[in-house]
């Protein structure tokens, strides 16, 4: 939306003398901390040339509703500052918008590189064996973590899996031992309690 930031009286001597009102415009617009990242990643935001009767100011994403979380932004003056977190989102590139309360806008390009993954310190196991995992690139929000299997049957012991997260850490980690299972290769899902999670695989012997 265009938003009229000057106006200029020219006077143009003609037979009738007339005057011309010419508009100066400008589009607002916005700068991100980072044009790409992670799942989870802090970015940044400032903005200008907004109206300045704007008294709000909100961020989203028309790509993804997911992309924004934890939001919080200022306008004042036509200027606008505030920042947000990477939501769940699977790679690739999302538009960040920036909107006034008086219907004022302007987008900027994010391009997500990847999402939370997770490593097995035993990839390779027997039945009975202990198996350590960590995560990487989860959503700071997350408070809890669960450690499962979608495979059937399940290749972890009941009572075994342990999982913890710190608060705005990120890194989730814990261990399980191998149950009673036939050699094969199983699916390990660790899983925040936002909803991110990621997967790797256990080869049993």
Known sequence: MKLLIAVLFVCLLGAAGSTVLQNIEAEPVIALSSGSGNVGMQVSVSGSGFLPTDTTCTFSSPSSPSLVISAACVTTGGSLAGGFTVGNVLPGAYVVQASGNEGDFAQALL??????????????????????????????????????????????????????????????????????????????????????????ILAVE
């Open 111 to 200: 391009q997500i590189d990847g999402g939370a993954q997770m490593g097995l310190s035993g990839a390779t196991g027997e039945p009975g064996s202990d198996v350590s995992f960590r995560g990487v690139g989860f959503l700071p929000t997350d408070t809890t973590c669960t450690i499962s299997s979608p495979s059937s049957p399940n290749p972890i012991l009941t009572g075994t899996a342990a999982c913890t997260i710190q608060a705005g850490s990120g890194t989730p980690q814990g261990s399980f031992i191998i149950g009673n299972v036939l050699p094969g290769q199983y699916v390990i899902q660790l899983t925040g309690n936002q909803g991110d999670s990621a997967q790797a």
